[in-house]
């Protein structure tokens, strides 16, 4: 049985503000010179307009950080490929799929994710950022043992990442 992973966020800009971060080619190759790790790189990226996007990016993690039983099963460094699509669904409110793979690991990570600005009393520009999927190993006897150090990795990840758009659009106020 697949993990689940659901992380929310808020932001003090409006959802349009961020989607258009989310996607912005400058900023994902920032964040992944960051937080990508070895070999990190966006491996595309096609905006079909302004209301939608495509993309794929490459993470890198290094077998020495990795725990024991995640070093037997892949036998050294970790390559993560994940692909993230958006779609405006209509103003103030965008949703999108995303889906991972580790190279080399029976593993699947697929989920949705929606943005949307929030309604706050005084006009504020408030907008909330909602990841939610889950994780499926396909490995006898550890299967639920690396899902649930997937999983952690991916809630360290999204904090993470959350804290570099916070500081990227404070930045750019």
């Excluded at 503000?17 to 990190?40: H, K, N, Q, W």
């Excluded at 550890?142 to 150090?149: H, I, N, S, T």
Aim: with cysteine; proline share 3%.
């Amino acid at each position: 049985m697949a993990r689940r992973i659901e992380h929310r966020s808020t932001s003090e800009r409006p959802a349009v503000e961020v989607y258009r971060t989310l996607i912005d080619p400058a900023f994902l190759e920032a964040r992944l010179a960051e937080l990508g790790g070895s070999s990190a790189v966006l491996v595309n990226h096609a905006k079909t307009d302004e209301d939608a996007a495509q993309f794929q990016l490459r993470h890198g993690v290094s077998a020495d950080s990795l725990p024991a039983v995640a070093r037997s099963v892949v036998g050294g460094d970790l390559t993560i490929d994940r692909s993230e699509s958006w779609r405006r669904e209509e103003d103030g409110h965008f949703t999108g799929e995303i889906a991972a793979e580790i190279a080399g690991a029976p593993c699947s990570i697929t989920g949705s994710m929606w943005l949307r600005d929030l309604a706050e009393p005084h006009g504020a520009a408030v907008s909330e950022l909602v990841v939610s999927g889950g994780v499926k190993v396909n490995l006898p006897f550890v299967g639920g043992k690396m899902e649930d150090l997937v999983v952690d990795q991916i809630e360290k990840l999204l904090a993470d990442e959350e804290r570099f758009l916070t500081e990227w659009l404070a930045r750019r106020a």
